[in-house]
């Protein structure tokens, strides 16, 4: 819904939401002032107090006591028939936390079909606030973003929170609103007073409106350090290098590579490589000294581009085509059947890249050529040659033609024009070797040692740069026609399937490719394998722990992989009797096996081989994924490490393979320790040295709406969680390093995908 009117906006309101048309809101019941036109039924809660009481604010709400019970609810019900809210956009409730602290209520809208929409809130502490719950599934996604603008926010002088709905409902018939807490320790109190609807997008539109400036910050937040003027870029840029060349002082003695001097002594062998002493794994730099890796992944000036088509009226200083700022729109395609994408909009068409132009702000100088330009003889008396060229072309009459952007003055037929000297300006974008150094500056004074995944390839190779070289890591990305099985979740797909012959033929090209510039590069310390695929769903029942096996056995003989199941099968159990004993169904012959949705049995204690032959069929198809890379890193690089597959969601099976043929087990925690990741004490098992490829802590006190995969409460509290993370990672003996994620805070309003 919101996606429709902001759609609409843009074809009819050109001058801005200014004129947009108020919503019209309807009172359907008072609990101040009740009036027999709706049923109020409790269960498990209930009203204290005949009479409402006042607010600190002068508000006069009525008080609801919700019981310490499984859920306590209050149900609204019409008192004949049912409502018919079709004409309607959205269900409205005022609403207050009478607690000091805020509270997660849950509102469920049903129709007489059946059809439920939900909604979960948080209720902040405080004062009185208008709920709007979109009569239609209504989120941040709709809007091409993960988290929206913080709520509550005063809209026309109240205080509004609007509500993400999931679900769907016949809003021509709605039979009933509950209003519910779910497991109360206590007793809580929740204040209440109009319950209605309003027609029309206004509110939703404005919600979303205007949000971010031209800088690419939030609009409404207020916080140190924000950006004003294209000056205070330039000064504060300033302001960090001196503190930038203070820090490098402070930097402990180090080999070129980055390994301490004051550490244990390794055998240099004039790569990256991995060693074990005294019970505790290290890297070793090719000069043969130890080498804890603090690396930054997505290191780009690239990387932060946000879709603005059909969503202009988010921003409110997007360039026009003239501007040279214009030179930071493009094109992106983002529209992808992956689990990360699901239910987004606005993930394709035209883009910004708010960080690309604020470098250009701070670092941009325009190139200025003297060029042959027609003049008006009659300027001569007034202005000297040297003085138009002092003056920007752009001072030229406007009622000229246009040519190659710049504009002409009209003709003069009884004057001849002459032609003099004169200078034209031209943009430049970022200067990259300036903003390169800039980087490693920044990376080796805040005490990092590693370019991680995904980054800015000159980076990589500062051979042009007078700055010292950083070592870095590359991920293998292997793109091809190979069939893919889905386990349920797929955040960034399927998963290769390796029995597959064109996955073969696709790693090889991929780790060829990635190899060509780096085989004998000392500097590289080694290669991931792919990224957060996807080796399990997300849970611990048996369908989400077995769900590779589980989601091969349901697809067709087509698929390389399901035929090798099928074989492992016949091998051990030889025909369908033995398969139907052991997995306790009747299975009338083994071709009803090889149809598409067969639905296998889930392991049981009953049946332990359904789980013996689910976790045998996932060991030989992960070691068949890793050895495949494995063996063409060998051939194509063989001096460098293979740095494990950067798990998120991963199985023992998984893990068991990686570290049979990888160098390092590499996991993405999103912890606040890396030992409530994984249970450490069965990795020593594997004896293999681990990398914590990505981790972070976020928050949104600062302009962003998503404060990250693990969020913390302030901007002050990032940096202690950051130091105890590093504090227990150093505790693990077997971690030999972590990688931040990322660089840069993504973009307000999403990134590209």
């Known amino acids: 819904m919101i996606r429709r009117s902001l759609s609409a906006i843009l074809a009819t309101l050109c001058a801005g939401m200014a004129h947009a048309a108020p919503d019209v809101q309807q009172t359907l019941f008072n609990f101040v002032r009740p009036a027999d036109v709706v049923k109020v039924t409790t269960q498990d809660a209930g009203f204290p107090q005949a009479n409402a009481e006042q607010t600190a604010e002068g508000e006069v709400l009525r008080r609801v006591v919700f019981n310490p019970v499984a859920k306590p609810s209050l149900r609204l019900t019409p008192q004949t028939g049912v409502w018919d809210w079709s004409h309607d956009s959205a269900m409205t409730l005022r609403l207050q936390s009478a607690m000091d602290w805020a509270l997660t209520v849950y509102v469920q809208i049903e129709s ?40 509550p926010w005063v809209y026309e002088g109240q205080r509004v929170l609007l509500a993400s709905t999931q679900g769907d409902l016949n809003s021509a018939e709605v039979s009933s609103v509950t209003v519910s ?116 992944n997505a ?114 037929p009884e004057k001849p024009a002459t032609s003099a000297p004169a200078v034209e300006c031209k943009p430049v974008i970022v200067d990259r070797k300036r903003w390169v150094d800039h980087t490693l500056q920044r990376l080796q004074a805040w005490g990092f040692n590693t ?36 386990t349920g979740l797929d955040w960034w797909g399927g998963m290769p399937d390796p029995f597959d012959p064109r996955f073969a033929m696709a790693t090889e090209r991929a780790v060829a490719i990635a190899a060509r510039d780096h085989r004998d590069d000392p500097y590289l310390i080694g290669y991931f394998a792919d990224n957060e695929l996807a080796w399990a769903a997300p849970g611990n029942a048996p369908k989400d722990r077995y769900a590779l096996a589980y989601g091969t056995l349901k697809l067709t003989t087509d698929v390389p992989a399901k035929r090798a199941f099928l074989k492992q099968l016949r091998d051990k159990y030889r025909n369908e009797e033995g398969l139907s004993k052991a997995w306790g169904i009747h299975l009338a012959a083994w071709e009803l096996m090889e149809d598409p949705g067969f639905e296998p049995p889930l392991p049981s204690a009953e049946h332990p081989e359904i789980e013996n032959d689910f976790r045998y ?45 990888c160098d390092v087990l590499s996991f993405n925690f999103y912890t606040l320790k890396p030992q409530d990741g994984v249970d450490f004490a069965k990795l020593h098992v594997l004896d293999k040295p681990v990398l914590v490829s990505e981790f972070h802590f976020g928050s949104r006190d600062r302009g ?50």
Request: proline share 8%.
């Open 451 to 486: 370019v991680g995944n995904w980054s800015e390839p000159a980076l990589q190779n500062l051979e042009s740069s007078k700055k010292e070289r950083v070592p870095y890591t590359l991920p293998l990305s292997i793109v091809g026609d190979y069939v893919s099985i889905s």
């Open 617 to 661: 069929f996932q060991r030989v198809f992960a070691e068949t994924y890793f050895k495949t890379i494995s063996d063409a890193l060998k051939w194509h690089a063989p001096n460098h490490l293979l740095l494990g597959g950067r798990f998120g969601v991963t199985s023992p099976e998984a893990v068991e393979a990686c570290a049979k043929f």
């Open 112 to 151: 007489r079909d059946g059809k439920v929409l939900t909604s979960r809130i948080d209720l902040p502490a405080g004062p009185a606030q208008t709920l709007v719950l979109p009569l239609k599934a209504s989120s941040p996604l709709t809007q091409g973003m993960r988290a929206g603008p913080p709520m």
């Open 704 to 753: 962003p709406f998503w404060g990250g995969v693990l969020e913390v409460p302030r901007e002050e509290d990032r940096g202690p969680a950051y130091a105890n993370f590093l504090k227990s990672a150093l505790a693990e003996p077997s971690i030999v390093g972590v990688h931040w994620f990322q660089y840069l805070d993504q973009p307000v309003t999403g990134r590209l995908l």
């Open 181 to 296: 807490l779910s497991q109360p320790n206590v007793a809580q109190s929740v204040l209440i007073e109009k319950f209605g609807v309003q027609e029309g997008d206004a509110l939703l539109t404005a919600a979303y409106g205007n949000l971010v400036d031209g800088y690419g910050q939030f609009t409404r937040g207020k916080w140190p350090e924000k950006v004003t003027s294209d000056e205070q870029l330039k000064t504060l840029a300033g302001k960090e290098q001196q503190q930038l060349q203070s820090w490098l002082k402070d930097r402990p003695a180090h080999d070129k590579y980055g390994g301490l001097l004051n550490g244990p002594a390794f055998e240099a062998k004039g790569f990256f490589r991995t060693e074990k002493r005294d019970e505790r794994w290290y890297l070793v730099t090719p000069e043969g000294h130890p080498f804890y890796s603090l690396g930054v």
């Open 299 to 412: 290191i780009s000036a690239d990387d932060s581009q946000t879709y603005v088509e059909g969503r202009e009226t988010m921003f409110t200083g997007l360039p026009g085509s003239d501007d040279p700022l214009a030179a930071f729109y493009g094109k992106g395609d983002d529209n992808r059947e992956t689990g990360a994408n699901r239910n987004r909009q606005f993930d394709q068409g035209r883009w910004f890249d708010f960080y690309g132009a604020n470098l250009q702000r701070t670092y941009g100088v325009p190139k200025c050529v003297e060029v042959s330009k027609p003049v008006d003889p009659a300027d001569d008396e007034d202005e000297t040659p040297a003085n138009t060229a002092a003056t920007p072309a752009a001072t030229t009459a406007s009622t000229g033609d246009s040519a190659n952007g710049q504009t002409l003055p009209a003709p003069q």
